[in-house]
């Protein structure tokens, strides 16, 4: 099972990109995840895309084509999900095809505040009516106060976020094969 | 197939009622809808949860509990759903059973205006992520300029609308057997 | 200046109830804070209000059209605010007048989570949107962990937490006062 | 009275920029609309930022703080706005100044379907309140249906929808004189 991580930040020390990170070593067997990069999309403009993806564009939608399942994680900015992470997935849902739809979707995102990023992530869920995309409901990864949770080098070492993380990942692979099974 | 129809207004002429009761018409073989009453539910107030279900709560929660599948049709008040719909919410969510967990669920809407109750549906789909329900993403009713596709008596003329009720009502009957067929 | 306070929880022990009555201790000079009783209002049905008003829904309209600011304290019920908070909504919006238009808001609530009710807090920042109500930007009160807060009697005994209850309330008084003084 | 104003969209054909230069030839007297180019900032990245912002960053930044109210123009991408507004929102929001602060927000948008970027619109919304800037509540301006109301030059040929704008702006410049005049 193939999945693609999509951090929504660039940041060098981000503690989104360290949770993901994070969850490429707390995957269940069998699972593996592939991180995506988005830091070299240009800004979308359907001009460039009507004459044709730019590569770093055509990569990132062949990744999510080949792709089982995503797992987004993002940070909390402005209250949504960062321009980065949007920018992405404009990118991701134009014709011809569409990568998003149908694939099963699971969610988390780090912030140093208590609410860990979930006014992000419930738009984030509203995209993904548009996208025709089967996010998955529990559990909710919201990891707050996140300074508290990394050490100095950008490893996860808070263990109920871990177990979190080990929880979404099952629970995403359970959801993948039920969708699966399930398809007519 | 059973699915347990609400409607959120409870104004007589209401077109959100007509509209469910148009969908029992045009319901796929094999699925009955059965409406379910809101109206005598009292305002949700936990002492009395606490205290035994009144009547009209227990035979509520029972109907949800016995469905295959749920059918929310949801007026627009205030740009969220009603508080009569919340409320009916707030009463099957409860415990010991949470009755509204695991339940495929379709949604649609009427109002005079031109987004047809979009605002109040949005707000619904994220109570479906806390009672870990399965919203269909597609097709989105949101039945715009009520007032012209209803005649006097409250049945449903517009065959357009009509079209697409029918396609919701198929999308959940085929949504319903996949997470059957899918479970584990 | 004459705030009417408006809990969305019925049970007696609501912790929201107790923020309501904590804040009316903690009100700077010059301002009172009414509560509002809505426990006793009908479920919301456009008949009834045709006929005439139910002394009840008469009553509270009244309340807010006399009011100078309106303060909000919502629980988050299946994450949105609670039907019975809604309920009063609609029932306050509709003609011939509009007792909430125009009018400064500010907004708490208090859940034995982490969130606080964030998530109901967004969709009450919604409907007043509809409203042409005012609501407060900052600060954002969302007490969570409210269990440890209150001591058994109800009274809120968390200093942090009184002294944000304190600044939404000088918060409050300040931009109604900007409101009027603004206005053309 | 200036205000800058800031289309979500790079398309060179965009319904959304050509809404927006519509705005400048509809704006009441005593008020000036400038329009940001934001198609040249970089991808958000808070390491580029630390290290001092690039130009492009800069000049947006100065032209917001020199404003006396903002006008966004969104379209909607996959129900939520453009990342590319949403990439510049970021870069006007970080330290030290944040120049989006008690600023007057208008907002309006357009789209080939019917609701007319409602969904985008009320996202936008959510990050006004983080924001801690003063979004008008009405008209609310949501050009549905844009195909038709354009001509093939771009300009906007639908007198209501002109009317509409005119309408918006007019409300700016007196929510923003009524900020003003009540500002402690």
Redesign the interface.
Known sequence: MKVVGISG??????FNTAALRAAQGLAPEGMTIEIAEI?D?P?????LRAAGYPPSAERFRAQLASSDAILFVTPE??????????????WG?RPPNQPFEGKPIAMMGASGG???T??AQ??L??????????PL??P?VMI?QAGKKFDESGKLIDEPTREFIRKLLESLR?WT????????
Chains 1, 2, 3, 4 share one sequence.
Do not use: T, W
């Open positions: 930040s660039l940041r060098k020390g981000s830091g999309l800004l979308y403009n359907d001009d900015y402005n209250y949504s999900v960062s321009g980065v992470l949007k920018n992405a997935i404009d849902s208590l609410l860990g979930a006014r419930y738009h869920r509203q995209m993904m009516v548009f996208l025709d995309a089967f409901n529990k909710e707050g359970d094969n039920r969708l699966k099974k399930g398809a007519p």
